[in-house]
């Protein structure tokens, strides 16, 4: 992204802000915000639902757990009414065993893959100890937990499949506005995807950080996305995200947010409209560097 575009982007951000939000936006009601957590190399989104309900999708790398936990407190957090295990990779798994041991999660939805690291292990020991209600997830399924969101899930566990091909994949439609959230899904389901849903879709967390694996052109054609998220860390080992992934979102016109330039993303929403608001500027890691 051009430093003019960016420029252009966060100043209408900015006045975007003052003009729809001139009260604190943290006590307006109704309002769809969606936090993907700068947790390094992993994922961990926050939802926040326009009737209150608190979701947890995934809890980054193993040390993950102690932020998450301080952002939940931070948003005045003390419970999670579902907390969505994508599947059992340790950079989705990682923090949550410390998260289910100091946060009272009401349920849990899992991909049913199974693992046997000794994060999933922990993982389920803890689940278990906490008698936390678990529920597999279904393909095509509808979840149920805010009358003002459709959240469908499109792919989950299947006997062939890998972990990242058994992701939990869901689409969130707040009423004129969906957000695709893709956790590792390859290639391989993105062409099931084009065959079964109707996948357009404002905002795109790109599939596994934005490696190899994944977001072919086809696939983010059909999705048309605005607003892409990207989660990763710079000094990842992985080459996240491949030349190919970006080329491809800017093919498509797509806006491009890292959690690892912009650090916590929140999306605010309406349901007619959204925001995208980073929590630091994106020179910032430079000038920590050159420091």
Known sequence: MSCKKLLTILIVTTQFILISFPVSAERIPGLLKVHFLDVGQGDSILMNTPTGKNILIDGGPPGSGKKIIAYLKKKDIDSIDLLISTHPDIDHIGGLPQVLKKVKVKKVLDSGKLHTTTTYARYIQQIIKQDIPVKLAEKNE??????????????????????????????????????????????????EFLKTYDLDAEIIKVAH??????????????VSPETAILTYSIENDYGHPVDRVIRNLYKVNADIFSTAVFGDLEIRSDGKSYLVLPSREPLENIRKKAG
Do not use: C
């Not at 979840?143 to 689409?171: F, W």
């Not at 934005?210 to 059909?222: I, P, R, Y």
């Open 142 to 191: 509808l979840i149920k937990i805010d009358p003002h969101l459709t959240i469908r899930v499109l792919n989950t566990y299947g006997n062939s499949k890998n972990n990242n091909q058994s992701s939990i994949v869901l689409k969130v439609t707040y009423d004129e506005v969906d957000l695709l959230l893709m956790s590792d899904v390859e290639k391989e389901q993105e062409k």
């Open 209 to 222: 950080h934005g490696s190899n694996t994944s977001s072919s052109l086809d696939f983010l054609k059909a």
